[in-house]
């Protein structure tokens, strides 16, 4: 292995990413990620805690090698360049226990000139949700998944969009009762592909993470790997082999 470092920038962000009470880094794109970096020999696999907005702009000025994974979209790949999928999956909203707007989507939001939503900064939800027709200027931007579900929890906002599996990652969690998840609908919004980020030009690193996640996604230890975080065998047969 080399003598080198390397970084890898991750959110708490449970499932995905997280620090534990201990102090530990886990979740499925840390592991998955420690798993690619240690089989190759890129270096002492370093994890490093940043703010989303912080993601994209550390990989070009060189502050770490790779992100977590992140949704593929064309303005992203303007500025850094994707792995092959890591996920596929499809969005949720965080609202208080029992639904009481009864929302179920991008589009019951808008039609609820009442409704208030919580995105987070740069996350593609905020897009979709200006798309779906929700005015901006009932749009609460938060920095992070805490911040954003919190504002949930004390009712500032009616809901928090962002990826399903993410949100009950983060109320399992918390165990909280106060909190519950609606799944946006594929008819609303299709699953979308998420990938670990690079920066222009680190081609050999990406090729080299290519060619391990392609032996890797779909094996046994991945499908076990991503059951431990409360993904079933739809999520990983999108993106394996």
């Known amino acids: 292995m080399s003598n080198a470092t390397f970084r890898f920038a991750y959110l708490h962000e449970p499932p995905f990413c997280f620090t534990a009470a201990d102090g530990l880094v886990g979740g499925c794109d840390v592991e998955l990620a420690r798993h690619v970096v240690g089989e190759l020999g890129l270096g002492w696999f370093e994890p490093v805690e940043a703010r989303f907005a912080e993601l994209l702009p550390g990989l070009a000025d060189r502050r770490w090698q790779m992100t977590t994974g992140l949704f593929i979209t064309p303005a992203r790949r303007r500025t850094v360049r994707f792995s092959r999928p890591i996920w596929a999956l499809h969005d949720g909203l965080m609202v208080a226990a ?81 909190l519950d998840v609606v799944d946006v609908s594929v008819g609303e919004k299709e699953p979308a592909f998420g990938a670990f980020a690079f920066a222009i030009g680190a081609d050999a690193i990406r090729q080299a993470v290519d060619a391990a996640l392609e032996g890797f996604l779909g094996s046994s230890a991945h499908r076990q790997c991503m059951l431990r975080y409360g993904f079933g065998t739809t999520e990983v047969d999108r993106v394996a082999g």
């Open 98 to 178: 029992g639904n009481p707007k009864g929302l179920n989507g991008y589009r019951s939001l808008a039609a609820d000139p009442s409704a208030r939503l919580a995105v987070i900064a740069g996350q593609v939800q905020h897009e979709t949700a200006l798309a779906s027709g929700v005015p901006s200027v009932r749009i609460a931007v938060f920095d992070t998944q805490e911040e954003a579900a919190q504002a949930v929890a004390r009712g500032e906002v009616d809901a928090y969009a962002s990826v399903a599996v993410a949100h009950r990652g983060y109320i399992d969690r918390q165990r909280s009762r106060t």
